[in-house]
């Protein structure tokens, strides 16, 4: 069962598991993907219109030196456009295949960023250090398909870092019920409903 169960708009969002020590949230990969495709089509078709007139003018360019300055400067004009696209492709596959691996317990709270299953960063807060738990809206997770906003939590120490301890949670209630559990862990994930 996952915590999202009984709440509207976090199926595949996150997954919680009781432990002896407090809770376990996963934000698995490919969790926004009406997020990431269209990204990603925006960056194909933003790359692939200036490269089509690229290559259209190479056998052309060859002919004259005039032809040959005027399709450098239309390159010059267009490659900046297929290397947005390529970004924006990369920031698509990235969104896909990266996940979080949240361990809450009574003393700390540990992350582990993922991405192709491969552990790329992670960090450890202490309780003590921690000095709010705040909800934010961030842009890159926001789609245009849902009246729901998707929110992610941070972690605020005393030096100002801040740490994601949950994201993609899609609504208010998800967003309250995954913060009351950072925030303490013993509380019930959904009164009733069994966890694994």
């Known amino acids: 069962m996952t915590l999202a169960e009984g709440l509207p708009g976090a199926t595949r969002d996150v997954r919680v598991i009781r432990t ?77 295949a990266n996940a979080l691996h949240v361990r ?3 003393s700390t709270i540990d992350t582990a960023r993922l991405v192709f299953g491969v552990v790329v960063k992670r960090r450890r807060l202490g309780r003590d250090e921690i000095v709010a738990v705040q909800p934010e809206i961030p842009a890159r997770y926001q789609s245009l398909f849902s009246s729901l906003p998707s929110y992610q939590l941070v972690a605020r120490d005393r030096h100002a870092r801040r740490v994601v301890v949950a994201e993609t949670l899609r609504g208010d209630a998800v967003m309250e019920r995954v913060k009351a559990l950072i925030e303490n862990p013993a509380v019930p994930v959904i009164e009733g409903t069994p966890t694994s």
């Open 20 to 96: 002896a020590d407090g809770v376990e949230l996963y934000f698995p990969a490919l969790r926004a993907p009406e997020v990431a495709v269209p990204l990603a089509v925006f960056g194909v078709i933003a790359a692939a219109i200036p490269a089509v007139a690229i290559i259209a003018l190479v056998p052309a360019a060859v002919s004259s030196a005039s032809t040959l300055l005027s399709a450098a400067l239309l390159a010059g004009f267009a490659l900046p456009f297929v290397a947005f696209g390529g970004i924006f492709v990369a920031v698509a596959i990235y969104m896909m």
């Open 104 to 106: 809450v317990s009574a």
